[in-house]
């Protein structure tokens, strides 16, 4: 739950490097929230429109595009690559094979390692 916290803090912040972990966790967190919300708009509320999804997915939206783009920049990438996503079939893969990366060792033009503080 930390991880999840500390990229809803950085909720404008497209500076610095994010590790694995933050990434991975903060997506888990979010596809488990979904899911359930899915399920409460569906069946607790009877909407055929996900409201309460829409809700969500619209208010977390900048800190997954944060984390992602520190992600990026810990493997030495800049943010504008998550644009390749909008590539069709080939994109989300390039973008995925990005993120479960290993960090790029040391400094780099983005700020200091996130390992190097642990």
Not at 4 to 29: C, H, M, S, V
Not at 34 to 40: A, D, R, S
């Amino acid at each position: 739950m930390n991880w999840y916290l500390t990229a809803l803090k950085k909720y404008f912040d497209f500076n610095g490097r994010a590790r694995r972990r933050e990434y991975w966790l903060f997506q888990l967190f979010q596809m488990i929230a979904i899911t359930l919300l899915v399920v409460i708009d569906q069946v607790a509320l009877s909407q055929t429109f996900p409201i309460l999804t829409m809700i969500y997915a619209l208010a977390t939206i900048l800190p997954a595009w944060g984390v992602l783009v520190r992600r990026l920049h810990d493997i030495g990438r800049s943010g504008w690559w998550m644009l390749i996503s909008c590539v069709p079939l080939v994109g989300g893969i390039i973008l995925f094979v990005f993120t479960v990366m290993d960090s790029q060792q040391g400094d780099n033009q983005f700020g200091a390692s996130p390992k190097a503080a642990l």
